[in-house]
C-alpha cells in the first residue's frame, strides 16, 4: 500500500503508466538513486536512463546501486547540472524526473537553484514526445524549496493548455510545508 503523502513513490507510480520498455528517459537528479533504478527496470534492457546530479558522492551511490541490481548497462550517468540535459541527451525523451532540494545524508546547504531547474525543465519539455511526461518533486519546507515551488508553479500556469496538461498534487492538511508533486505532460 502506498500511503499519499510518500510523493517519491508516488511519482513512480506515475513513471509506470508512461514509460515502457525501449524508451530514452532521464533523472534530472540523481541523488542517492532511487528515481534512476525505478526509471532502469521501467525501460528494460533496450531503453536508456541518462541520470544528471552535480554531486560525485550523489553518482558515487546511484552507481553503487546500479551495480548491486545489475541495472548498469542501461544508465550513463552524468556529473553535470541538468540545466545541461539538452547538451548530453539527444533524441525525444518519454520521461523526465526531478527530485528537487539536497542529497538526502549530504550537505542541506548544497540545494537544486530555481534558476538552473527552470532552464531544465524548459528543454526538458521541448525534448518530450507527445504523452510524455515531467515529473517534478518539489520540497517548499527549506528556503530555496520555496522559491522554487513558486517559480515552478508560475511556469506551469503559463504553459499552453493546447499543448500541456499540468497536475499539482499536494497534501493540504499536512503541518511543515510537505513535498508536492507537479507533472507536466505534453499533448500536442
Known amino acids: 500500500m502506498i500511503r499519499i ?3 517519491t513513490r508516488l511519482a513512480h507510480r506515475y513513471l509506470a503508466d508512461f514509460v515502457t520498455e525501449g524508451d530514452l528517459v532521464i533523472d534530472a537528479t540523481a541523488g542517492n538513486g532511487y528515481d534512476t533504478i525505478c526509471l532502469a527496470e521501467l525501460v528494460g534492457s533496450t ?3 541518462y541520470a544528471f546530479d552535480i554531486q560525485r558522492k550523489a ?4 552507481r553503487h546501486k546500479l551495480v548491486e541490481k545489475k541495472l548498469s548497462n542501461r544508465v550513463t550517468l552524468i556529473e553535470a547540472g541538468h540545466e545541461m540535459l539538452d547538451q548530453h541527451v539527444k533524441g525525444q525523451l518519454s520521461a ?4 528537487l532540494g539536497y542529497l538526502p545524508g549530504g550537505d542541506k546547504q548544497l540545494t537544486t537553484d530555481h534558476l538552473t531547474t527552470l532552464t ?6 521541448k525534448m518530450l514526445l507527445t504523452g510524455g511526461i515531467v515529473v517534478v518533486v518539489v520540497y517548499p519546507g527549506h528556503s530555496e524549496g520555496l522559491i522554487e515551488k513558486q517559480v ?5 500556469r503559463s504553459l499552453p493548455s493546447s499543448k500541456f496538461s499540468v497536475l499539482h498534487t499536494r497534501l493540504c492538511n499536512q503541518a511543515h510545508n510537505p513535498p508536492e508533486l507537479l507533472i507536466i505532460q505534453s499533448i500536442d
Request: aromatic fraction near 8%.
Open 5 to 7: 503523502k510518500e510523493m
Open 47 to 49: 531503453g536508456h536512463v
Open 59 to 62: 553518482l558515487e551511490n546511484t
Open 96 to 99: 523526465v524526473i526531478y527530485n
Open 120 to 125: 531544465s525543465i524548459e528543454k526538458a519539455i
Open 152 to 156: 515552478l508553479l508560475k511556469f506551469c
